[in-house]
């Protein structure tokens, strides 16, 4: 999903990484995992942190394989005045690419590499239309 190296935490402080399908040592892996940092590398070695510094969110595991993560900025945006979903009234341009951009959502399957202690999520659907089909 990215060229750069990303760092992705739990609340255990254990790194989660992007990697062959769940066998018996993806065991450890299967769960709920709540989002404690999300950082990514730029390109002058200067972590940046774009959902900011504690966002929320989980990455869910299951035992067939399947992977989804949800991570939103904090502080959360507020409501927008004008839009109600629930009567069909959309966000205006502005808020929506602030929401677009304050939000990731993806899912898909996961394969484990046990051997280079390394998870790869092969996503088969996003919120971002550019993480579709990647790993």
């Known amino acids: 999903m990215s060229t750069t190296p990303s760092r992705h935490r ?4 254990s790194r989660a990484r992007r990697a062959q399908r769940p066998a ?8 709920t995992w ?5 950082a990514d590398l730029d390109k002058d ?3 940046q942190y774009r959902f900011g510094e504690h966002p ?3 990455f869910v595991y299951d035992v067939t394989g399947h992977v989804h993560i949800q991570i939103m900025k904090v502080p959360p ?3 927008f005045p004008e839009a109600k979903l629930t009567d069909g009234k959309p966000p205006s341009p502005e808020h929506a690419l ?3 951009t304050a939000d990731v959502a993806y ?10 202690c390394v998870v790869t999520h092969h996503v088969e659907g996003s919120l971002a239309p550019e993480f579709t089909d990647t790993h």
């Open 45 to 47: 070695g200067k972590w």
């Open 98 to 100: 602030a929401a677009y």
């Open 56 to 58: 929320r969110g989980y």
């Open 10 to 13: 739990n609340e255990n402080g």
């Open 107 to 116: 899912f898909g399957t996961y394969t484990v590499d046990a051997e280079k």
């Open 24 to 31: 018996q040592e993806a065991h450890a892996l299967i769960g």
């Open 77 to 79: 945006l507020a409501p």
């Open 34 to 38: 709540r989002v404690v940092e999300f």
